[in-house]
């Protein structure tokens, strides 16, 4: 006999309750009363204490017997046979594809129908592992029984996260035996795959932007289907302004296309109005202009790097003199003044152009030629005509990545050490004719643009929101809906805008738009909770053997307290 | 007390029998005497004071006809208060509420300027003031009870040492259990006095929510039982309860006394009122 809920045992440690309570009753407590004539009476008139101590302790007995009776009850106990039979995986994908409809069902669930069709044929005796395929697959249930994955297939439900094949991968080389992976899409993990939907009817947008000179916002559609597929897209903006075009996406192509916005445009949402197997990635939302910009704070005024940074719509920068208690919350920090690094957060995005001496390697006589490294933060930057003036050369360690160098020595480099990622610059601005070229406020837009694209400061289905220290906040939803974060973090499940409220006020706004690609190798994603291992089918149930036993003893308890009364 | 005393302002005590004894006063005596209260003619017989002839009866009858008045007697109140042990029992005390009313009786009696005697009754009964008239003795009584205390068994018996010289009313305010307490009645009756009883009982007398195995002790006597209290014994007990009071209501019936049943957890404004019967 085994317990499939073991912690129902932990109720037996309310079983001394029943016998204090027996003991409390059974204390002789003093009474005084004004005369004793009144129950001298009633004594001489019910008599019989022999009779009544004999009944409490079998009332005493039978208590017991139901409250250890009750406690195995809600452990669950069951006689199980052992399986030895076969071990089949089953790997569910539960990314946010499997969410797409055909016809009344979601592929969702015609995927777990196919694995309980499945199911059918295996032998009796077969251990069944499930693995849940999303960003983070995990092992759901393992060696279940068929019922067990009957009860286990009806809980789990689909998510709103990038299928992550090298991470599905690794979860499902751990495991024995013969592996199914059901899915919409063409995966070659397992050995046998049950491909869902028979097709995959639809367009999402995968990437936006927003040029803000012109006002022309720019949009890449896919097609995932086979077909060409004529396309509807929209585009509001706050004031309800809208521009609509058609246009036709080729099969498993992706387009660009451009439409017109306003330049005074705040929140701009692109939706394809076609109706399609997926809605989660028709709806694309471009936060601008005031309130959604970027929080940039310069600590130590720079004429240079202000300018080049006011000059850019999309951050709103502050400067402050000195690093204090009130630069907490900003999305990114430049900072031009001598600051340990061990005094900013721990998951900090800076600029540093004031370097620490023991990052310091040389310094180099004469003027030289200022040069890029590849890189996503060499994008339209040439650095041509750039000189410096005896410029200052850093020590560069393993991971340093080198953005800007001379003589192929780094003068500016990217460092990520924990979770903290910072640019090291030791360009001094007043020796290099580099502030006055074009270049230098794309460089800055370059390497600001690459902390938001690598460093959580951009959100996709699954990304968590952890609580800020000191701060009681509150996150509201894309559908109005409202949760504290004042301890636990907080996953961003759905597709929309989010606000971080402090009371009444805006702290931040996060929107959240559908994932670039549907298969992805990356990023986070919470977990569910697990099935523990299974013993095999049950056999015998006890749990209701016991109940009805509980019942009887029920009646009995009854018909001997009937008596003491 | 002060609230107490303002709340029974409006009540009075009114004896309803006629007073046969006591010194002059404002209440019907059963003689004839010098009152307003026209009670009728006789013929007159010498030694008649003259001035009390009816002329207009003589011009009419050409007999000498003397017109007579009732008599006013004074009222006299006797408050014997019980503080046997027993009495020092219950949540509100029995105790407590029997001192109130007490007092409450007292302040009416001496408000209306009739004569008040207080006793206190237990193993001996105490005069703790004979024949106050004047409200300005009740503080005085007042402080005399303020630290009273309850001890010994209630001998009723005791009663008979009562001043019974004047009539009036005689309130007895007791938990009564003691057994042959109905004699009293008789030998008050005997002197015309009126009776009222007021009964005090706590509300767990009447109703008991005790533990169940319990070692009664009584606080009279201090004798022990152990008893297993459950339902049974309860129902059993309150029975005999009601039993008890509706055989002390009988009894005070039969002998014209005026029974009044105080439950610690009424307001004693009400059980007052009872007691000197307003609501008749």
């Known amino acids: ?565 | 007390m002060e609230a107490f005393l303002k709340e029974i302002e409006g009540l009075k005590i009114v004896p309803k029998k006629m007073l046969k004894k006591g010194g002059r006063g404002s209440y019907k005596g059963t003689g004839r005497g010098d009152s307003l209260d026209f009670y009728g003619h006789r013929r007159y017989v010498a030694g008649d004071d003259i001035r009390k002839i009816d002329w207009l009866a003589y011009t009419r009858t050409e007999e000498l006809y003397v017109k007579e008045f009732t008599e006013e007697k004074e009222l006299h109140v006797n408050v014997v208060l019980d503080n046997s042990a027993s009495m020092d029992y219950g949540d509100p005390n029995k105790w407590e509420m029997a001192r109130t009313l007490a007092l409450g009786l007292s302040y009416l009696t001496l408000k209306q300027k009739d004569s008040l005697s207080f006793y206190t009754i237990n193993d001996d009964l105490i005069c703790i003031q004979q024949y106050m008239r004047g409200k300005e003795n009740f503080f005085n009584l007042l402080q005399l009870m303020e630290n009273a205390p309850c001890r010994g068994t209630t001998v009723f018996t005791k009663l008979m040492q009562l001043e019974t010289g004047r009539s009036g009313i005689t309130f007895v305010i007791s938990d009564l259990l003691e057994k042959n307490w109905s004699e009293i009645l008789d030998y008050l009756n005997v002197y015309g006095q009126e009776i009222v009883i007021i009964h005090s009982l706590a509300p767990s007398e009447l109703t008991p929510n005790l533990a169940e195995e319990l070692k009664l002790i009584d606080k009279e006597t201090g004798k022990i039982r152990k008893i297993h209290f459950n339902s049974t014994v309860r129902a059993s007990y309150m029975k005999k309860i009601r039993e008890f009071i509706a055989q002390n209501r009988e009894i005070c019936t039969s002998r014209e006394a005026q029974y009044v049943l105080a439950v610690t957890d009424m307001l004693p404004v009400t059980i007052l009122a009872r007691a000197v019967e307003v609501f008749k």
């Open chain 1, 1 to 565: 006999m085994k317990f499939l809920n073991p912690w129902g045992l932990l109720g037996g440690l309310l079983l001394p309750i029943i016998v204090l309570l027996h003991l409390k009753r059974r204390q002789v407590v003093e009474e005084q009363v004004p005369s004793l004539a009144f129950w001298d009476e009633v004594i001489r008139e019910l008599e019989g204490t022999k009779r009544k101590k004999i009944k409490k302790s079998l009332l005493l007995l039978i208590q017991l017997a139901l409250g250890i009776l009750l406690v195995l009850a809600c452990a669950e106990p069951a006689i199980f046979s052992s399986l030895k039979g076969e071990e089949v995986t089953f790997a569910l994908d539960c990314s946010l594809a499997m969410k797409a409809r055909e016809g009344e069902e979601t592929h969702f669930q015609q995927a777990k129908e196919e694995i309980e069709k499945f199911m059918e044929s295996l032998a009796e005796d077969t251990r069944i592992n499930i693995v849940l395929l999303k960003n983070e697959s995990e092992l759901y249930g393992e060696k279940l029984s068929k019922n067990k994955v009957r009860q286990a297939l009806q809980k789990i439900s689909c998510t709103n996260e990038v299928l992550n094949v090298e991470f599905a991968s690794q979860v499902l080389q751990t495991l024995p035996g013969e592996v199914i992976i059901v899915s919409n899409k063409d995966l070659q993990l397992g050995d046998k795959v049950i491909q869902v939907g028979k097709s995959f009817a639809n367009l999402g947008i995968v990437a936006a932007n927003y040029d803000y000179y012109s006002g022309i916002v720019l949009c890449r559609i896919k097609n995932y289907s086979n077909n060409p597929k004529e396309a509807v897209i929209s585009l509001a903006d706050h004031q309800e302004k809208r521009d609509i075009q058609s246009f036709k996406v080729q099969g498993g192509a992706e387009t660009d296309i451009t439409l017109q916005s306003g330049k005074d445009a705040g929140l701009l949402q692109l939706k394809i109005e076609n109706q399609d197997a997926l809605a989660e990635d028709n709806t694309f939302i471009l936060p601008l202009g005031e309130g959604y910009q970027q929080k940039i704070l310069l600590v130590g005024d720079n004429f240079f790097l202000h300018s080049a940074l006011a000059c850019n719509p999309k951050f709103q920068v502050e400067t402050r003199e000195a690093w204090d208690d009130q630069c907490l919350g900003y999305d990114i920090y430049v900072i031009n003044k001598k600051i340990g690094v061990e005094k900013l957060p721990p998951d900090v995005c800076a600029l540093m152009t004031n370097v620490p001496a023991q990052l310091m390697a040389d310094r180099k006589k004469g003027v030289y030629p200022l040069q890029m490294t590849e890189g996503s933060w060499a994008k339209h930057v040439k650095l041509k005509e750039a000189f410096i003036e005896d410029p200052i050369l850093l020590k560069k360690e393993e991971g340093d990545q080198v953005i800007v160098e001379v003589e192929g020595k780094p003068l500016m480099l990217y460092r990520v050490k924990d979770k903290q990622c910072i640019v090291y610059s030791s360009l001094d601005l007043s020796n290099s004719n580099l502030v006055m070229l074009p270049d230098f406020p794309i460089l800055l837009d370059n390497i600001l643009e690459d902390f938001f694209m690598n460093n959580n400061l951009n959100y996709g289905p699954g990304s968590t929101i952890y609580p800020w220290k000191g701060k009681s906040l509150e996150l509201v939803g894309p559908k109005g809906q409202k949760t504290s974060l004042e301890e636990l973090p907080v996953t961003l499940d759905e597709v929309g805008l989010y606000q971080l409220k402090e009371g009444e006020t805006v702290v931040k706004h996060m929107v959240v738009n559908p994932p670039a690609t549907l298969i992805s190798d990356m990023e986070n994603s919470k977990q569910s909770e697990a099935v523990k291992q299974d013993t095999g089918p049950v056999i015998f149930d006890l749990q209701n053997i016991m109940l009805i036993i509980v019942l009887i003893l029920l009646v009995a308890e009854w018909e001997v307290a009937k008596l003491d009364l």
